[in-house]
Structures are given as structure tokens and as C-alpha cells.
T-cell receptor
Framework: GAGVSQTPSNKVTEKGKYVELRCDPISGHTALYWYRQSLGQGPEFLIYFQGTGAADDSGLPNDRFFAVRPEGSVSTLKIQRTERGDSAVYLC???????????FGPGTRLTVT | SQQGEEDPQALSIQEGENATMNCSYKTSINNLQWYRQNSGRGLVHLILIRSNEREKHSGRLRVTLDTSKKSSSLLITASRAADTASYFCAVRYNAGNNRKLIWGLGTSLAVNP
């Protein structure tokens, strides 16, 4: 595809529910990143994939957060038992190799009520 | 906090003036990147400067890196109203095989016509 795409663009869910956020990276990009961004803040690193494996998941805030990239392309960020504090814009980015310039998707705005 | 620091937090200038934003970081880096974010286009990569480089140019953008002071600056010359956006620096630190980016809080730039 032409760029990184993310679905859904908006997600409203009730506290305690489970959500999945999807990211389609640029074709051929081996590195994929998940961030979340709150209003007035910079992106906060969550997890980085190199191919199918999570190379660095040190940013995941707790075990309610999990991400997969089973075929080395599309990735899904999964959040269990959502809390109001999880409300943020979740950003996905991809790059040719890890650590180089990143291309961002438009984000998914998650609101937990 | 893992985040770097940027200053100023907000900057307001007239069209045609130059804008300078600064970024400081904590330990030795592999590279430092500048990104722009506005509501219309999301996060967009501007420039990547490596730790062994001191200055890079791209159009009206000039980035400098001073590793002795652990700081970088982004200069936008002859600013335009379309440059109105938030600008973030992101660093790739040198620790091990670390390939994630750590982001600053951003500078909000307003260019008045």
C-alpha cells in the first residue's frame, strides 16, 4: 500500500471490555512500532517488532496489553479489561530497518468510558 | 521519564521569520530524528542526523547536533503559515541493540500570516 493504515480510526468502548487495534505497515518494511500518545505529549513507545518477533516490548504498561505480528506484516495490538486511563491515540509506524526513519499511520483514537 | 526535553514548549512567529527549536537528551545516541505533527497529516519524518554528523539540511530545514552538550536544534527558515504544527525530536539511544525511539514532549509552533 501507499502508506501505513490503521483500523479503526476511532473506537469507543466501555471499561472492562476487550479491544483490538490493527496496523497495516508499508509493504517490505520489516520493523513495526506501536506507540500511544496522550494530548499534549509526545508518542510513548509500547513495542517494536522485527519481522514476526517482538524485539522490544519494554514499553507495554502491564500484562493487559499484548501485540502480535504473526506473518511479519499486519500487527494487532490487544488490550484486555480496558481502563479509562487507556484512552489515547494509538499510533503505528513502520520502517525499512529498526532505528531508521519511521512512517506513521493516522492512529486509532481509543476512548474508554 | 524516558522522554527528552524540548524547548520552547510553544513558539509564535510571523510568516517569513525563522523558527528555532531545541532538543536535549540524556546519554549517547545512535541517531536523532525530527518529526512534524499536524491534524491534517499526522506524524511526518523530517530529518535524521547520525551521532557522527554535526549538521544537515533539507530545503528550509537545518538541523544541528552537539554531542558534547547532548542537544540538537531545528531551524526553519522563512517560515510559512503551513509550517504551523507540533515538532518532536526522537532519539535512538546506543544501549545494546536498542532500536526504539524515545520522544520529547514537542514544540508547538504557530506561524501567523
Amino acid at each position: 500500500g501507499a502508506g501505513v493504515s490503521q483500523t479503526p480510526s476511532n473506537k469507543v468502548t466501555e471499561k472492562g471490555k476487550y479491544v483490538e487495534l490493527r496496523c497495516d505497515p508499508i509493504s517490505g518494511h520489516t520493523a513495526l512500532y506501536w506507540y500511544r500518545q496522550s494530548l499534549g505529549q509526545g508518542p510513548e513507545f509500547l513495542i517494536y517488532f522485527q519481522g514476526t518477533g517482538a524485539a522490544d516490548d519494554s514499553g507495554l504498561p502491564n500484562d493487559r496489553f499484548f501485540a502480535v505480528r504473526p506473518e511479519g506484516s499486519v500487527s494487532t495490538l490487544k488490550i484486555q479489561r480496558t481502563e479509562r486511563g487507556d484512552s489515547a491515540v494509538y499510533l503505528c509506524a513502520s520502517s525499512l530497518i529498526g532505528g531508521s526513519e519511521q512512517y506513521f499511520g493516522p492512529g486509532t483514537r481509543l476512548t474508554v468510558t | 521519564s524516558q522522554q527528552g526535553e524540548e524547548d520552547p514548549q510553544a513558539l509564535s512567529i510571523q510568516e517569513g521569520e525563522n523558527a528555532t527549536m531545541n532538543c536535549s537528551y540524556k546519554t549517547s545516541i545512535n541517531n536523532l530524528q525530527w518529526y512534524r505533527q499536524n491534524s491534517g497529516r499526522g506524524l511526518v519524518h523530517l530529518i535524521l542526523i547520525r551521532s557522527n554528523e554535526r549538521e544537515k539540511h533539507s530545503g528550509r530545514l537545518r538541523v544541528t547536533l552537539d554531542t558534547s552538550k547532548k542537544s540538537s536544534s531545528l531551524l526553519i527558515t522563512a517560515s510559512r503559515a503551513a509550517d504551523t504544527a507540533s515538532y518532536f525530536c526522537a532519539v535512538r539511544y546506543n544501549a545494546g541493540n536498542n532500536r526504539k525511539l524515545i520522544w520529547g514532549l514537542g514544540t508547538s509552533l504557530a506561524v501567523n500570516p
